[in-house]
C-alpha cells in the first residue's frame, strides 16, 4: 500500500528566506504526488502536483517541488517565505490503480517576521 | 462552481450515540472520499465511494459506514461513539477518473464526543 512520510513535525523559517518542507513516499510502480496546506478550521487546499514529466512543478502562491526518483522523496519549497505562508502542509500520494490519496502526517510552517 | 459542503461543521454527541455526516461534492464529481483528522494521527482514510459503490476502505471498524446517493451526495455514519472519535472528518471531491486528479475537500464536519 502506498504511504507517505514528513519527518518534520515543524518547521520555522524568517520571512524572506527560503523554505523547505519534506516529504517521502512509498508506492507500487509509478506515483502520483500532492502538496496541499490547510489553514485554521478550514478543509485542505491543493497547491501543486507531480503526475509525469519535468521533475520540478510549480504551484499556486509560488510554492515548487521538485520529484526526485532515486530519493523517492517530493520535498516543497519556495524561494521567499511570507508570514502568511504560516499552516498546516500534507503531502499524499496515490497509485495509478486509483486506490485512495494516503496523506503524511503534516507540517506545521511558521513564518517570522 | 459551487465547492464541496460539508454539514454540519460543528456537532457535540455523547459516548454511544450515532452520528450521520453528510457531503455535496462539486457538480459532476462522482467520487466522494472521507478522511478523520485528529492531532496526534494526521488524515486517515475511512473510505470513498464512486458512482454509489465503495471504491477504497480504509482500517477503520464498522461502526463508521458510508453510502452515496445517485446525485453523488454522500453520508457518512458512526454508531455507539467513542471519546476517540472527536475529530474533523473531511470529505473530499473527485472526478473519479485518473488517480492523478486532485481531490477536493470540504471545510469539515468538527465531531466533539462527550
Known amino acids: 500500500a502506498q504511504s507517505v512520510a514528513q519527518p518534520e513535525d515543524q518547521v520555522n523559517v524568517a520571512e524572506g528566506n527560503p523554505l523547505t518542507v519534506k516529504c517521502t513516499y512509498s508506492?507500487?510502480?509509478?506515483?502520483?504526488l500532492f502538496w496541499y496546506v490547510q489553514y485554521p478550521n478550514r478543509g485542505l487546499q491543493f497547491l501543486l502536483k507531480?503526475?509525469?514529466?519535468?521533475?520540478l512543478v510549480k504551484g499556486s502562491y509560488g510554492f515548487e517541488a521538485e520529484f526526485n526518483k532515486s530519493q523517492t522523496s517530493f520535498h516543497l519549497k519556495k524561494p521567499s517565505a511570507l508570514v502568511s505562508d504560516s499552516a498546516l502542509y500534507f503531502c499524499?500520494?496515490?497509485?495509478?490503480?486509483?486506490?485512495?490519496?494516503?496523506f503524511g502526517a503534516g507540517t506545521r510552517l511558521t513564518v517570522k517576521p | 462552481k459551487a465547492g464541496v459542503t460539508q454539514t454540519p461543521r460543528y456537532l457535540i454527541k455523547t459516548r454511544g450515540q450515532q452520528v450521520t455526516l453528510s457531503c455535496s461534492p462539486i457538480?459532476?464529481?462522482?467520487?466522494v472520499s472521507w478522511y478523520q483528522q485528529t492531532p496526534g494521527q494526521g488524515l486517515q482514510f475511512l473510505f470513498e465511494?464512486?458512482?454509489?459503490?465503495?471504491?477504497n476502505k480504509g482500517n477503520f471498524p464498522g461502526r463508521f459506514s458510508g453510502r452515496q446517493f445517485s446525485n453523488s451526495r454522500s453520508e457518512m455514519n458512526v454508531s455507539t461513539l467513542e471519546l476517540g472519535d472527536s475529530a474533523l472528518y473531511l470529505c473530499?471531491?473527485?472526478?473519479?477518473?485518473?488517480?492523478?486528479?486532485?481531490?477536493?475537500f470540504g471545510e469539515g464536519s468538527r465531531l466533539t464526543v462527550l
Open positions: 473530499a471531491s473527485g472526478d473519479g477518473g485518473s488517480s492523478g486528479r486532485e481531490l477536493f
Open positions: 508506492v507500487s510502480g509509478n506515483p502520483y
Open positions: 507531480y503526475i509525469t514529466g519535468d521533475n
Open positions: 499524499a500520494v496515490r497509485d495509478h490503480n486509483n486506490n485512495d490519496m494516503r
Open positions: 457538480s459532476g464529481h462522482r467520487s
Open positions: 465511494y464512486f458512482s454509489e459503490t465503495q471504491r
